[in-house]
Structures are given as structure tokens and as C-alpha cells.
């Protein structure tokens, strides 16, 4: 039997509606994960969400809540490389605080716009330095090049960042699972050189351990950091996570005036 024009008109809407519905849809749940050390004023403590729990925390918090969604939240704490394999797993949705990288693109979504990654969207920017023994001298780095005898680079958070840049230098990396870990393998002549950023190590090098290291300059890396999302949740809610990159964003500029104007 053939449909009126009306009535195809109205299935046409329905259709409509409800794809835009679907594309609008408000996720369940969101879990989201910090790394399990301090980077203050950014993340406060340690293996739980403290009170108060650093500003990165706050944002994403305001972020989630801007979205307009009901979404039951959990934050939790994870060492990089498990937080990485949790959203292998689909445990995980959303990272804030990861550099882009072309490594991490077949587990995560990253703002992007016309095919690169979308600078506008960036919620935090940081340095990242080599940091060797005080007392070293056979190593050294002028900003293009890191001398010694085969240099040993330990990281633990820098993720695919890291191995792009150890792989552009040719470094051997190693990785840990904490900056601590780092340095405890530093010290103990286990590696030659750490690669953090700056904002990482530096509640660790206080007391005698700070004594004990000595960070290189210039820094090795300017780093813009985002809170990219778990691939098959962007898929299956891209305009909330649309609608979150751009809130934590705009929650971010206070403390950070001079990177780019927020836009979605």
C-alpha cells in the first residue's frame, strides 16, 4: 500500500529525530582516571581522589556536570600504562592529562579538526626535561642532542609521547610505573636519564632527593595536553564528549590565559 505524502513526511522526521536523539544521547555512566601520583596543583595525591583534589580534578568534575548530562561519574587513580590498558579493556572512558600521539590513536579519541589535532582544545600545557645524577658528567643534551655512552631514558607517564620523541633521538627508553620508581632507578644506576614532565617530578625532588638529581636544560619537549576518550565511546556519544572537550577547555583558561581561544 502506498504512503500518502504526509505520512512519509512524518516517517522522514520520526527518522530524523530520533537519529538526532541518538547522536545527542547522555552516556550512562563516565569513568574516568588520573594518574596515581601527585602533580600538583593539578592532581593531589595519590592512589584516591583527595579533598581537594587539584585543579585538573575540579575541571573535569565542572566539565562533566556543564555537559547538561545525569551521568553517574566514577574518578579513580591508575599508573599510565594500566590506565592505557583499562581502556583496551573498555574499563575506562575518558584520560584527561594525555599528549596527543599518533601511538595512542587506536585506543583513543583526541579533539581534532580538519585531520590534526584540534590546539583550541588543549586543557593543559606543559614542559618536559631530562634529568640526570647531580654528580654526572658524562651525559649532557643541548636541545638537540642527548651525549653519553648509550644513554638509558627512564619514563612513566610521558606514553606514546615519550617513545616519539626517545624514537626521533634514537634513546633507548625504559618504562616505570611511577616518577618515584624513576628515580629509585636513577639513583640506583639503573638508568642514565628520566624524561618527565616537569609538573610530575617535581613534588619528588624535594630533601635529599632533589640534591640527588640535577634537571638538564632546555626543556625536551612543549607539551599541550587533552582528555581524550576511550574510541568506542566518542563513537557511541560524540556530541557529549564534543560538548565536555569544549567545557573542560573553557574551565582550564583561567589558569592557563595563553593558550588558544576555546572553540568547538
Known sequence: MARTPGAALAACLLTCACAQAGAEACPPQVRVSFPNFDIAPLVLGTNKIESPPGLLVQWTRNALKLTGCASAVTLMRRPPNRQLAEVALDLLDVLPGFAYSDEL???????MR???????????????????RA??????????????????VGTSTGGGSSAA????????LELA?????????LLAHRIDVIL??????????????GAAVRKLAPPAKVSLR???????????YPDFTAR???????????????LPACSN
Open 135 to 152: 654528580g654526572e658528567t658524562g651525559v649532557s643534551w643541548d636541545g638537540k642532542h642527548l651525549t653519553g655512552p648509550n644513554p638509558v
Open 165 to 172: 620523541l626517545a624514537r626521533q633521538h634514537g634513546w633507548t
Open 105 to 111: 590513536n587506536d585506543r583513543l579519541s583526541f579533539p
Open 114 to 132: 580538519d585531520g590534526a589535532i584540534d590546539t583550541a582544545l588543549a586543557a593543559i600545557a606543559d614542559t618536559s626535561s631530562l634529568y640526570v
Open 196 to 209: 618527565e614532565p616537569d609538573a610530575v617530578l617535581a613534588p619528588y625532588l624535594t630533601g635529599a632527593t
Open 226 to 236: 587533552y582528555a581524550p576518550v576511550r574510541k568506542g565511546f566518542q563513537q557511541q
Open 244 to 258: 565536555f572537550w569544549l567545557e573542560l577547555c573553557k574551565q582550564s583558561r583561567q589558569a592557563y590565559p595563553n
Open 177 to 185: 610505573s611511577t616518577p618515584a620508581t624513576d628515580i629509585q632507578k
